[in-house]
């Protein structure tokens, strides 16, 4: 009996606190980004490819799903498109309250021999009504995001009229470039991954310059204030987000990639890089190795209290791919690594938030078997601890006992970090049923899906 009420303790604990739900058919959805909104709900962004077969292959639309603090769709919607069409999004971005919301990304034309590719922003409201849409014709960028001054700042590697390569722009609604930065002054041409737009209105950009990490500040008129490069004689290293810390410093997501003479595998780690505000190196905290051989560090988010959440995925050997999520306080101590799995297949995160009462909220997709295209659409809450429980499946507010099950093997994997334990049927129904007469634990109706509060 203490084992089973440890077990109610620990699940109790996830299933009140997080959630993760999947969104999606037969057709592949890939996911991009997540807002908050001014109601208290969110905005989640991903492409879908088209279900008909007789278009051409790989074109895509942009979804628009609104959800509520539980996961569940208020509606869904979609940019509109036609055929031909591949439209890929980058970044959703909240222009202030009321102001409605900014999606970005790529949108390729598909011809019958090539394929023209350029840069989109679609203004939308909080209801998923378009307000406005601008293509940029002559831009492809990585990230591409409104300033201050209702410009655009754009990072992403592409000629100049003058045959210079430039990897920043700073652009007008109409096309034209106010300046450039080029890799003149540097050794060789940065390549930009992330974008963040400072308090003050400056711009600060996270990626790599050949194979070192390269981290800038760049003021509203493209001069450079500071930039970081690094290279742990790794093979290479990348920067990915960037966030703003409590102390006016930056947080940087990084993986790093290391070669070793067979029979040793290569192996990838995240690294987390904290800057000061001046771009001054302060601490790194690096993550992976061992029998996870394979981490990447992606996404980052700090939450009220300053601390960081480093974001990525990682596997053992062979296996398929899961969520990696470690947070650090804001000296870089550790508060916890979890690894989460969120189906028997493959998951990738795009992006991680920390919205306005203090969740975190992961973005991207993971695979499923049934799934003909592989990939759904995929949310995830995590609670105070980084664990997230498994909602219903048809979102009718209660939970099976299927899902329950998953739950508790969940559960039990993410906290005592090792392989289940082989659960027979008998157990885990009786986990169910204490479960189901749990009014302690989960209040009158213990079915009532609300993992959020």
């Not at 606190?17 to 908050?36: E, H």
């Not at 790794?234 to 029979?263: C, H, K, L, Q, V």
Request: glycine content about 10%.
């Amino acid at each position: 009996m203490h084992r089973y009420l440890s077990l109610l303790l620990f699940i109790g604990l996830a299933y009140n606190q997080g959630w993760m739900n999947n969104y999606g058919d037969n057709r592949t959805d890939y996911g991009c980004c997540i807002v908050s909104t001014d109601d208290g709900n969110h905005l989640f962004v991903g492409e879908t490819k088209y279900q008909s077969h007789d278009l051409q292959l790989n074109e895509r639309f942009v979804h628009i799903y609104k959800i509520n603090p539980l996961g569940n769709i208020i509606w869904e919607d979609s940019l509109q498109f036609e055929p031909f069409e591949r439209w890929e999004p980058h970044i959703i971005q909240s222009l202030g309250s009321g102001y409605g919301y900014l999606i970005t990304g790529s949108l390729s034309i598909i011809g019958e021999y090539s394929t023209e590719t350029k840069s989109f922003a679609n203004h939308i409201d909080s209801n998923g009504n378009e307000i406005s849409s601008h293509t940029f014709n002559t831009l492809n960028a990585n990230a591409l995001k409104i300033t201050d001054d209702n410009n655009y700042i754009a990072i992403g590697n592409q000629s100049l009229e003058n045959g210079e390569t430039g990897w920043l722009f700073k652009l007008d609604s109409s096309d034209n470039i106010i300046w450039a930065k080029t890799g003149e002054g540097y050794d060789g041409t940065p390549n930009g991954n992330a974008l963040l737009i400072t308090a003050d209105g400056d711009y600060v950009v996270s990626g790599y310059l050949q194979d070192d990490l390269f981290i800038s500040k760049i003021n509203n008129d493209g001069s450079e204030l500071w930039n970081y490069t690094y290279n742990n004689q790794s093979n290479y290293i990348r920067g990915y987000d960037i966030a703003m810390t409590s102390d006016g410093g930056y947080a940087i997501a990084t993986t790093s990639w290391e070669s070793f003479d067979w029979p040793l595998p290569d192996t990838t780690y995240a690294i987390l890089f904290k800057l000061s505000s001046n771009g001054e190196f302060e601490w790194q905290r690096k993550y992976g190795g061992g029998e996870y051989y394979y981490s990447e560090g992606k996404e980052i988010a700090v939450d009220n209290d300053g601390n960081i959440i480093l974001a990525g995925r990682t596997k053992l050997s062979q296996d398929d791919f899961d969520l990696y999520i470690i947070k650090v306080n804001a000296n870089g101590d550790l508060l916890y690594e979890r690894v989460i799995q969120g189906s028997p297949y493959d998951e990738k995160i795009n992006h991680i938030i920390v919205t306005p009462n203090d969740k975190v909220l992961t973005a991207g997709h993971l695979g499923f078997s049934e799934n003909q295209g592989g990939w759904n659409h995929w949310v995830a809450s995590l609670n105070d601890d980084g664990l997230a429980c498994i909602s219903d499946s048809n979102q009718d507010g209660l939970l099976t006992n299927d899902d329950f099950e998953f739950l508790v093997e969940r559960t039990l994997q993410n906290i005592f970090y090792e392989e289940l334990y082989d659960w027979n049927y008998d157990s885990k129904n009786n986990i169910v049923d204490i479960l189901r007469m749990s009014d302690y634990l989960y209040g009158d109706n213990p079915f009532n899906y609300n993992c959020y509060y």
